[in-house]
């Protein structure tokens, strides 16, 4: 099994820029493919962005397309997410995901598919 810890979030002014990370430990990283997600009060946790086992292939959700960027670093067990160009409506609790079954080259955009979680970080974009 793997542990995730989220970090980075914050109150920003809107237009600004955020960069999120995951720390991972107990496994192998480089072993998961991995995710951001973000929930809002009131709904629904939604995909946010993916990245592959070899950090190759990227996936992103629409509303994030050009804003937003993941990485990862499997030398140091780290994921991350550079937020720019953040609006009023990316404010959410963040979190990041692991997902043991993926193959090389997957990423999977769906809570359910991922069976490791961070606690979360806030990320609040003020108006």
């Known amino acids: 099994q793997v542990q995730l810890v989220e970090s980075g979030g914050g109150l920003v002014q809107a237009g600004g820029s955020l960069r999120l990370s995951c720390a991972a430990s107990?496994?192998?990283?480089?072993?998961?493919?991995m995710g951001w997600f973000r929930q809002a009060p009131g709904k629904e946790r939604e995909f946010v962005a993916g990245i592959s086992r070899s950090g190759t292939i990227t996936s992103y959700a629409d509303s994030v397309k050009g804003r937003f960027t993941i990485s990862r670093d499997n030398a140091k067990n780290a994921m991350y997410l550079q937020m720019s160009s953040l609006n009023p409506e990316d404010t959410a609790v963040y979190y990041c995901?692991?997902?043991?079954?993926?193959?090389?080259?997957?990423?999977?955009?769906?809570?359910?598919?991922?069976?490791?979680w961070g606690q979360g970080t806030q990320v609040t974009v003020s108006s």
């Open positions: 995901a692991a997902d043991s079954t993926a193959y090389l080259g997957l990423v999977k955009r769906t809570p359910a598919e991922y069976e490791y």
């Open positions: 107990g496994s192998v990283f480089s072993r998961y493919a």
